[in-house]
């Protein structure tokens, strides 16, 4: 297998550490360990009993039961934990696809979605999302894309960068097309539970058997250090992934599986705070695009905490952010990380006063660029 450069990630690597105030990430403000223990209950006593024995591998009993009972009506066994939704993406195509297979996945996308497909060997047919329709997913242009070699299709939705969503007509209409190919459907849902004037989707998981749905703490649950996710699919399939785990990663920390148990089971209490933040942030960056429309657009996001904005009079964006970070010490994603130069991924889940200030910074960057 060959790995093209993760280029999102490497950002990350030489800038997320290096700036300090983030409007590129795409979660929410992160927890403390302190804070676990506030909005969970969880005590020494608790961590005492830990014995760091082998865990299950598809998760221990404890947090798949949590999971099942918040995502999958109770349906344990079509849960698998895993270690971040990186590791159910990895998995997930590893496992089920070959090379030669056709893939169809949206673009711009988190490139971990594409990427481990093309390592397998998969030919990519890509499902645009353009600017110029304010993003909007065209269900008649995937319908186009799919044949009877496509063996997955892989969406996001609420999607990372650009925040459009589907409706819940069009998510039928989606796993409509899916069963027509008789195609896996991946439903990454990391951002599912923040969306705005909408519900949450519901798992296609409930009615389609080749559905794989995956969920992350990473995003708005604020525990991206964490390192847990899940995998939501029919057990036949959660067994093929295990077969490929068993050469990587085995099974969780049984210490990890227990702190993630407690949240899940106080779920709300860690996203409601930071969604009705986001909330309130989105309409702050709404009134502050409003002001720049002339050197910046955007179309605002249905769900998560991230905009695509796009820079019309920026030449290099890739640039334009180095400096923003290097001598503004605020983090932006480029374009390019999403192979999309001339935009940019601007999160706004953080604390407000952080939000202000960099973007305070970004105007003033952005007059910069002009003179
Ligand atoms: C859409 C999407 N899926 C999956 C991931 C992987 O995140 P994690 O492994 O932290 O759950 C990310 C991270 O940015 C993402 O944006």
Same mark, same amino acid.
């Given at each position: 297998?060959y790995? %093209?450069?993760?280029?999102?990630?490497?950002?990350?690597?030489d800038?997320?550490?290096?700036t300090?105030?983030?409007?590129?990430? $795409?979660?929410?403000?992160?927890?403390?360990?302190?804070?676990?223990?506030?909005?969970?209950?969880?005590?020494?006593?608790?961590?005492?009993?830990?014995?760091?024995?082998?865990?299950?591998?598809?998760?221990?009993?404890?947090?798949?039961h949590?999971?099942?009972?918040?995502?999958?009506?109770?349906?344990a066994?079509?849960?698998?934990?895993?270690h971040?939704?990186s %590791?159910?993406i990895?998995?997930s195509?590893?496992?089920?696809?070959?090379?030669?297979?056709?893939?169809?996945?949206?673009?711009p996308?988190? &490139? &971990?979605?594409?990427?481990?497909?093309?390592?397998?060997?998969?030919?990519?047919r890509?499902?645009?999302?353009?600017?110029?329709?304010?993003?909007?997913?065209?269900?008649?242009?995937?319908?186009?894309?799919?044949?009877?070699?496509?063996?997955?299709?892989?969406?996001?939705?609420?999607?990372?960068?650009?925040g459009?969503?589907? $409706?819940?007509?069009? &998510?039928?209409?989606?796993?409509?097309?899916a069963?027509?190919?008789?195609?896996?459907?991946?439903w990454?849902?990391?951002?599912?539970?923040?969306?705005?004037?909408?519900?949450?989707?519901?798992?296609?998981?409930g009615?389609?058997?080749?559905?794989?749905?995956?969920?992350?703490? $990473?995003k708005?649950?604020?525990?991206?250090?964490?390192?847990?996710?899940?995998?939501?699919?029919?057990?036949?399939?959660?067994?093929?992934?295990?077969?490929?785990?068993?050469?990587?990663?085995?099974?969780?920390?049984?210490?990890?599986e227990?702190?993630?148990?407690?949240?899940?089971?106080?779920?709300?209490?860690?996203?409601?705070?930071?969604?009705?933040?986001?909330?309130?942030?989105?309409?702050?960056?709404?009134?502050?695009?409003?002001?720049?429309?002339?050197?910046? &657009?955007?179309?605002?996001?249905?769900?998560?905490?991230?905009?695509?904005?796009?820079?019309?009079?920026?030449g290099?964006?890739?640039?334009f952010?180095?400096?923003?970070?290097t001598?503004?010490?605020?983090?932006?994603?480029?374009?390019?990380c999403?192979?999309?130069?001339g935009?940019?991924?601007?999160?706004?889940?953080?604390?407000?006063?952080?939000?202000? %200030?960099?973007?305070?910074?970004?105007?003033?960057?952005?007059?910069?660029?002009? $003179?």
């Amino acid at each position: 297998m060959y790995f %093209e450069e993760a280029r999102l990630e490497s950002w990350m690597r030489d800038f997320y550490f290096d700036t300090d105030l983030d409007i590129g990430s $795409s979660g929410v403000h992160p927890y403390s360990f302190a804070d676990v223990r506030r909005l969970t209950g969880l005590n020494g006593t608790d961590l005492d009993a830990v014995t760091f024995g082998d865990s299950w591998t598809l998760g221990g009993p404890g947090i798949r039961h949590e999971l099942a009972d918040r995502f999958t009506s109770g349906r344990a066994e079509r849960v698998m934990v895993t270690h971040g939704s990186s %590791e159910a993406i990895f998995l997930s195509m590893t496992a089920l696809l070959r090379p030669g297979d056709e893939v169809v996945v949206l673009d711009p996308v988190y &490139q &971990q979605l594409a990427g481990v497909a093309a390592a397998v060997g998969c030919t990519l047919r890509r499902w645009r999302l353009s600017f110029a329709d304010e993003f909007r997913p065209d269900l008649a242009a995937l319908r186009a894309l799919v044949t009877v070699r496509t063996a997955m299709i892989v969406v996001n939705f609420p999607h990372n960068p650009t925040g459009v969503s589907l $409706s819940p007509e069009q &998510q039928r209409e989606l796993v409509t097309i899916a069963e027509g190919a008789g195609a896996y459907l991946v439903w990454d849902a990391a951002f599912a539970e923040i969306t705005y004037g909408r519900e949450p989707l519901p798992d296609p998981g409930g009615w389609y058997a080749r559905a794989l749905t995956f969920g992350t703490f $990473s995003k708005v649950y604020g525990l991206p250090g964490l390192r847990v996710g899940w995998c939501l699919a029919r057990p036949e399939t959660l067994e093929r992934l295990a077969g490929v785990r068993d050469y990587v990663s085995l099974h969780l920390s049984p210490l990890i599986e227990l702190i993630a148990e407690r949240v899940v089971r106080n779920g709300d209490r860690f996203v409601a705070p930071r969604r009705d933040l986001a909330t309130r942030n989105r309409a702050l960056l709404a009134q502050w695009m409003a002001e720049h429309a002339a050197d910046v &657009q955007w179309v605002p996001p249905d769900g998560g905490v991230t905009a695509f904005v796009r820079f019309p009079h920026v030449g290099d964006g890739a640039e334009f952010c180095r400096r923003l970070a290097t001598k503004h010490r605020v983090l932006l994603v480029p374009g390019e990380c999403f192979g999309h130069p001339g935009f940019a991924r601007l999160g706004f889940g953080g604390p407000r006063a952080n939000l202000v %200030e960099a973007l305070d910074h970004l105007a003033g960057h952005l007059g910069e660029a002009h $003179s």
